[in-house]
């Protein structure tokens, strides 16, 4: 597999599994069809959008080939024909969701990596990558986006990712079998941070009934 075959691969993976968190977070606000397409196509591109913008490609790979438009629409409507039928929809969006910030933090760095990045700034970008989609969601949906919300270990866990693929992609091991390790990588630490209740330090918060922490 050649790595534009590998990062067309994880791109439209991405595409696909954030599409279906922003359709099924749309199913639970009760939005009608149409807010449901748009959500599940803005959250799903908008992690691309911002990394091929920041390293130059013109016009954005979603602009470009017409797949990046045809894969959420289709998991759009999949989750409005099955929405009925899902079960626990909140732990739906979370795992839909963290497997698209796995495969998108990898395919940014990649990217960035193979563009000619440092390797700081193809991690930046691949966390900038994983973490856009999710912004752009929870902000249509009135929502703290999770990378700024109460400790939520989100971008940590994007950013070990994007250090594993760094770490194979100079010592030219890079591949599909690291790509999915990578991903996986940040899929279990995002869900076992939810598991195990992990949190980064967040300042002091106000007594109840009390004043505030000096």
Same mark, same amino acid.
């Given at each position: 597999?050649?790595?534009?075959?590998?990062?067309?691969?994880?791109?439209?993976?991405?595409?696909?599994? #954030?599409?279906?968190?922003?359709?099924?977070?749309?199913?639970?606000?009760?939005?009608?069809?149409?807010?449901?397409?748009?959500?599940?196509?803005?959250?799903?591109?908008?992690?691309? $959008?911002?990394?091929?913008?920041?390293?130059?490609?013109? =016009?954005?790979?979603?602009?470009?080939?017409?797949?990046?438009?045809?894969?959420?629409?289709?998991?759009?409507?999949?989750?409005?024909?099955?929405?009925?039928?899902?079960?626990?929809?909140?732990?739906?969006?979370?795992?839909?969701?963290?497997?698209?910030? *796995?495969? #998108?933090?990898?395919? *940014?760095?990649?990217?960035?990596?193979?563009?000619?990045?440092?390797?700081?700034?193809?991690?930046?970008?691949?966390?900038?990558?994983?973490?856009?989609?999710?912004?752009?969601?929870?902000?249509?949906?009135?929502?703290?986006?999770?990378?700024?919300?109460?400790?939520? #270990?989100?971008?940590?866990?994007?950013?070990?990712?994007?250090?594993?693929?760094?770490?194979?992609?100079?010592?030219?091991? #890079?591949?599909?079998?690291?790509?999915?390790?990578?991903? $996986?990588?940040?899929?279990?630490?995002? $869900?076992?941070?939810?598991?195990?209740?992990?949190?980064? =330090?967040?300042?002091?918060?106000?007594?109840?009934?009390?004043? =505030?922490?000096?």
């Amino acid at each position: 597999m050649t790595a534009a075959t590998l990062a067309l691969a994880l791109d439209l993976s991405g595409v696909f599994v #954030f599409a279906l968190a922003g359709a099924l977070a749309a199913v639970r606000r009760h939005l009608d069809v149409l807010g449901l397409v748009v959500v599940a196509t803005v959250s799903s591109v908008g992690g691309g $959008l911002v990394r091929d913008t920041l390293i130059g490609v013109q =016009p954005p790979s979603a602009l470009q080939d017409w797949r990046y438009l045809a894969v959420p629409l289709a998991a759009a409507a999949l989750v409005w024909a099955l929405h009925q039928r899902l079960q626990r929809l909140r732990r739906s969006v979370v795992v839909a969701d963290a497997f698209g910030l *796995g495969l #998108f933090a990898v395919s *940014g760095t990649a990217t960035a990596l193979a563009a000619g990045l440092s390797a700081p700034s193809s991690c930046l970008l691949g966390v900038l990558t994983g973490v856009g989609g999710g912004v752009i969601r929870d902000v249509l949906l009135v929502q703290v986006p999770l990378v700024l919300s109460d400790g939520q #270990f989100y971008a940590v866990a994007a950013l070990v990712g994007c250090l594993l693929v760094t770490v194979t992609y100079r010592l030219e091991v #890079f591949g599909p079998v690291t790509a999915v390790a990578a991903t $996986l990588l940040v899929v279990v630490l995002r $869900l076992g941070a939810l598991r195990l209740r992990w949190r980064l =330090p967040v300042p002091g918060r106000a007594r109840t009934g009390g004043a =505030p922490d000096a």
